[in-house]
């Protein structure tokens, strides 16, 4: 894989994490969000199938948290520990992914697009 995430998430700094309707916590914009504009570029390290089970078995024993993102067949981005991880998955979601690593906005909360 020739495109590799950055070691560290960011996040724009329009966004923030509040409580969420969907589950526990999410992301929101706290202005205005252009269709286009980048919100998320998620970071961390890409690992393989093995690799996951493994952290994922650790975490399991001993009560830690392992976010991950598919990225090809046998890889996947284990995020590191931002706000980026905050983010709820969504049906019809306000923000996509654009390549393997960022998120941008497709349309704005009242529904333009």
Do not use: K
Request: charged share 25%.
């Amino acid at each position: 894989m020739s495109d590799r995430p950055p070691r560290s998430s960011w996040v724009s700094a329009r966004v923030v994490v509040a409580e969420s309707s969907i589950e526990g916590r999410g992301l929101f914009a706290t202005t205005d969000v252009d269709i286009g504009d980048v919100v998320v570029h998620f970071g961390g390290n890409v690992v393989t199938d093995d690799e996951l089970h493994r952290l994922l078995a650790q975490a399991v024993s001993t009560d830690g948290y392992v976010d991950s993102s598919g990225v090809s067949a046998d890889e996947h981005l284990v995020l590191d520990d931002s706000l980026a991880r905050f983010g709820n998955h969504s049906c019809d979601p306000t923000v996509w992914l654009d390549g393997s690593f960022s998120l941008v906005a497709r349309r704005t909360p009242d529904g333009r697009r």
